[in-house]
Each structure stands twice: as structure tokens, then as C-alpha cells.
């Protein structure tokens, strides 16, 4: 069974660019989850999609980020204009609906993004 | 809040030495407890989870962690380090439903 997947694994922009991150989450998994890890510090959370609806964007840094899924399948994560504090790992996650029981989230390799 | 806090950024062991990395969480209900790796240029992956069941969680590759609520403590060991367990750990908790809460990440490395 394949994995989260992402795309791309890097990326390298300038200031004012656009980047937009792709996420295909396993199979058969409703949950897709975003966070992002700064150099140095912890992953947090970025936001939770239950399907292609939106359950949870309290993590999203500000209006520069926009997420996407339609179709309740892969995720797009775009980042428009890009700012210099908006480098660091990008990861996905996704996770089978488990009616309110514990969840195991499975992670992607994440997407390297420095923005110069 | 939830909170985790790994101590120690960085840890070095000899090969064949035990491992002792560190997690504590703050929350006043007792969370899910999750352990994760990151091998270099791969995804998280996860060691090994708390739910609640018994106290001692056994892993994959020999992992283990102890669930202490008067501590609230989650560590994770294993008796002897190998050189494939160089790699950075995430301490992670979370509730059913819920986004995950990390901690800064530990990088272990091995001396052989």
C-alpha cells in the first residue's frame, strides 16, 4: 500500500513568489492534515480536512496561505506571496475516520521549502 | 494548552549503549501519546503509541516507552543503540479527533 505522498520534495523561491504543495494522502483516508516545521522548532499544526471540507484551520498562519482539496482526495497548499519567515518542512498526514476513537496519522516526507 | 517538552536537542549514545530520550506533556487529562522518527530524507515514522491500555508501550525495533501520569512523563529507551538509530524523535500527543501536538524533535546520534 503506498504511502502519504508529496510533492514537491523541495523548493527553492524568492520573496513575492508562489509555491503550491501537493499532498496525496493514502488511500481510503478522509482525514489529511497540514504542519509545518520551522528550522529548529516543534511541527504545529496548519489545518484538518475531513474530506474536502475544512474541520479545522486554527493553525494557518495567515490569509497568505490557502489550502485545498476537492474531491475529498489530494490537498494543494499555496503560499501566495511567499514571505522569508515561510520556509521550513511542510508535512501531510492522513488518517482513516475512526468515529471518535484514536487515530493513527501517517506522515509524508514532507516538502522542503525555503524562500529566499 | 497541550504542550510536550523534549529535553535535550541533541543526544549522543555509544553503540550498544541504552537510549533515554525524554518527553513531558502538560495537559490535565491524560492525552494520547505518540512517539514518532524521521530517518534522514523520509517521512515520520511512527515508533509507537499510548491509548490508555497498559503503561508500557513496546515498539517497533526494540522501542519502548512508560506512561506516567504522576510525572506526566512519556520517555522513550531502548536497551542497546544501534547506527540505525541515528535519526531525529518527535514526541507527540493529541485526543481522538484532534490535531496532533509535537515537541521540538530530538537528534540522536550513535558513536560507534
Redesign the interface.
Known sequence: EA??TQFPSHSVIEKGQTVTLRCDPISGHDNL?W?RRVM??????LL?FVKESKQ?ES?MPNNRFLAERTGGTYSTLKVQPAELEDSGVY?C?SSQL?G???????????TRLLVL | AQSVTQLGSHVSVSEGALVLLRCNYSSSVPPYLFWYVQYPNQGLQLLLKYTSAATLVKGINDFEAEFKKSETSFHLTKPSAHMSDAAEYFCAVSYPGNQFYFGTGTSLTVIP
Open positions: 504511502g502519504v492534515y504542519y529548529g522548532k516543534e511541527i504545529k499544526f484538518h479545522d493553525g508535512f498526514a475512526t471518535g476513537s484514536l487515530e493513527t496519522q501517517y506522515f509524508g516526507p514532507g
